[in-house]
């Protein structure tokens, strides 16, 4: 099943849609959440990246998860959704009505226990919650990114790992005329990322890439 709000991915479009057609079928509260953003316009990570938080939650068996940036709750599902009874997932975003609408789909799974959601800046939110994370997923403003990451890293287990979605960023990122906030918020994050000691990072291309960092110290 393809959506339109996949069409940002930056891998050639023939790929994308023969990944998706790889794709075994997924929670049926996944497929609802999906349908909603196809029918708002509504920016998600979609099922390949889902999928690929999904392996690193089976390998990592994760106490703690924090999101910076959860919108509705559609990561923070395949989180839910590959994790232990024991793991504790705190989401942030901005808008109540997220908040409101990410908990009905959590109640509907039965993975709401495991899920603490603050709305506010999530900037703010990291500081104050109580550390350390086995993963951290980043998805919020781009030109917030390296903030992010400065952050991010204190708050993180060793062998712990730090996730960030669109990393490649339509391809823009590779595009050195194009020098707005956002593409080179994210061109910063990704020099931090893979220029950071004590850290092994990858930018794995799928939709509009993800870059994975393993704290090795």
């Known amino acids: 099943m393809t959506y339109l709000f996949f069409s940002m991915a930056f891998l050639d479009k023939g790929i994308d849609q023969y990944i998706n057609q790889l794709m075994p079928n997924r929670d049926p509260v996944l497929i609802k959440m999906e349908d909603y953003a196809k029918q708002k316009g509504f920016p998600i990570i979609g099922p390949q990246v889902g ?35 024991s793991t504790t997932i705190y989401c942030t975003d901005g808008d109540k009505k997220n908040k409101k609408r990410a908990g009905e789909y959590f109640k509907e799974a039965g993975v709401d226990q495991k899920i603490q959601f603050h709305v506010g800046d999530a900037l703010e939110f990291i500081d104050s919650v109580t550390g350390p994370f086995d993963i951290i997923f980043n998805d919020i403003d781009k030109e917030e990114y390296p903030e992010a990451f400065k952050k991010s890293l204190p708050k993180l287990n060793k062998g712990g790992l730090l996730v960030t979605d669109n990393t490649l960023w339509r391809g823009q990122v590779a595009d050195g005329s194009i020098k707005d906030k956002d593409t080179e918020g994210i061109r910063e994050y990704n020099r931090l990322a893979f220029g950071t000691s004590g850290l092994l990072s990858m930018v794995v291309p799928l939709r509009d890439g993800v870059t994975v960092s393993y704290k090795i110290e």
């Open 51 to 85: 999928t690929l938080l999904a392996i690193l939650t089976r390998l990592k068996k994760p106490a703690k998860i924090l999101e910076l940036g959860s919108g509705y709750g559609y990561s923070a599902m395949w989180f839910a959704l590959h994790s232990t009874g």
